[in-house]
């Protein structure tokens, strides 16, 4: 992985980002024009925007800590245990980007809206339900008024 990641590296051009598919891995690359590039190994579910916005974090963090001249003249071994925080925080996507921290709390409001207009129709049809059914003890005691008026029309109480 790491052959193929230099070489992944090496031919991104600088200032290009670029995500390259390869034994089920995806490698996320950004090339910057001071002459670094990162590159990060994920799983191919793992979004390439949040892949690209940690590349973004680290590489400039990394340019800020560390001036050209500390790395352009051998292979030297440079000290960034800022890195291990990222990897902790970025091992799940949706707490790491607030794009989607946000859709998926639109998502379970979605969810939870769908079931509030599922449960007011349901209560719109009960109410439907009770209102012919009052109309209909209505009608019955109506019915029941004028029977029992004929009934004590014959009859003279005294």
Request: with cysteine.
């Amino acid at each position: 992985m790491s052959l193929f990641s230099k070489t992944v590296a090496e031919r991104t051009k600088p200032g290009q980002r670029q995500d390259v598919e390869e034994n089920g891995y995806t490698f996320h690359v950004y090339g910057r024009t001071e002459g670094v590039a990162g590159v990060i190994i994920s799983d191919q579910d793992y979004p390439a925007l949040v892949a690209h916005q940690l590349l973004s974090k680290v590489v400039d963090e990394f340019l800020t800590k560390y001036p050209r001249t500390a790395y352009a003249d051998s292979k030297p071994t440079l000290a960034f245990p800022q890195l291990k925080e990222y990897l902790v925080k970025y091992q799940d996507p949706a707490q790491a980007d607030s794009i989607m921290k946000i859709q998926k709390e639109l998502d379970e409001t979605k969810i939870v809206l769908h079931k509030t207009i599922e449960s007011v129709l349901e209560r719109g049809e009960k109410i439907d339900t009770l209102v012919a059914k009052s109309e209909g003890v209505s009608a019955q005691s109506k019915m029941f008024y004028t029977q029992a008026k004929k009934q004590n029309s014959c009859c003279v109480v005294m």
